[in-house]
């Protein structure tokens, strides 16, 4: 099969397609899925780095979102059956034109929703669904900041803040990634590369504002706690920037800031009624094109290392796919 592979760790360009790398095997309790499309992430670009939480030892496969039809099925499935349009995520091996995953790991796509949009939309609005629904309980008409609003759990945010009826302040670093923001529901914009990032949130909110999501980390992490008004509530999900923030807890106490943590697996494992209901939710969303994922670039499954090397730039906005089916030249 076709797939891009990282034979040793490093910057993206050490990835590189191959025509006939071995299929992954399918064994009882498994399915194993044609993918036509899958989503590039900055996790992505950590693990062929050897940069992520968790280490890949090569050669594999990297990608972790994906669509596609089932193929096959191992013995003792029976939730799913070949020819079922399905969407997943796996730690690894998207980039190729098979995957072999749990079933646990599929959910059926919709109808009329195309691949892309089917892999660009799990991770993201996922996250982003059970952090205003169940971390931070966002209220109709209050007022929520999301941090990093150009990239895929950002956007997906101000999407999702903007149906449930918040007031969403988008911050991005440039005027591209705010126009889009904008058409995704936000009424205020920040670029906080224009100015005083702090001064900007207290021109903008005078009296405060009840959440930030941030996806970022790095050095606007604190100024937008500043932000926060009495009992305010603070959502870290993820560290863009690369940098893990430390926080004056006096700040804390002072304001009555609850500082709040998700994790998707954590969240599964500790609150499965509440994950179960989101979930079902969302897919209703998507269902009925209320909410679908903001698709800034599209790349083929050949050019890999530029779709990589595209989301390490910081330059994607919204969701970055390969469309893996593509035939090559078209």
Not at 236 to 251: E, K, Q
């Amino acid at each position: 099969m076709r797939a891009a592979v990282c034979r040793s760790h490093g910057d993206p360009d050490v990835v590189t397609v191959e025509k006939d790398f071995p299929a992954p095997e399918l064994h009882a309790g498994q399915v194993q899925v044609r993918v036509g499309a899958a989503a590039v992430n900055f996790p992505d670009v950590l693990l062929v780095a050897d940069k992520y939480q968790l280490s890949v030892p090569p050669p594999f496969v990297p990608g972790s979102e994906f669509a596609g039809v089932v193929e096959a099925v191992g013995d003792e499935v029976n939730t799913v059956a070949v020819g079922d349009r399905v969407f997943g995520t796996a730690l690894v091996g998207a980039f190729a034109e098979e995957i072999v995953v749990s079933p646990e790991a599929l959910t059926a796509t919709p109808d009329g929703v195309e691949d892309g949009a089917a892999a660009a939309f799990g991770v993201a609005h996922r996250t982003a669904i059970h952090v205003l629904r169940s971390v931070a309980r966002v209220q109709p008409e209050e007022e929520l900041v999301v941090l990093g609003a150009g990239g895929g759990v950002g956007l997906a945010t101000v999407q999702l803040g903007a149906l449930f009826g918040a007031s969403v302040t988008a911050v991005a670093s440039s005027a591209e990634k705010l126009d889009v923001a904008k058409s995704q529901g936000a009424t205020t914009l920040i670029n906080y590369r224009s100015g005083d990032f702090r001064q900007a949130l207290r021109d903008a909110h005078p009296a405060g504002v009840d959440v930030v999501v941030d996806p970022v980390g790095g050095g606007l992490a604190e100024p937008a706690l500043r932000s926060l008004r009495w009992a305010g509530r603070f959502v870290t999900v993820g560290y863009a920037s690369g940098t893990i923030p430390r926080i004056p807890l006096n700040l804390v106490m002072l304001k009555g800031i609850q500082v709040l943590g998700f994790q998707m697996l954590s969240f599964a494992t500790n609150a499965p009624d509440e994950f179960g209901r989101n979930e079902a939710d969302l897919i209703d969303l998507l269902s009925s094109g209320r909410v679908l994922p903001h698709i800034g670039r599209r790349f083929s499954l050949d050019e890999v290392v530029a779709a990589l090397q595209f989301v390490a730039d910081g330059r994607a906005i919204g969701k970055v796919v390969l469309d893996v089916s593509r035939v090559p030249g078209r």
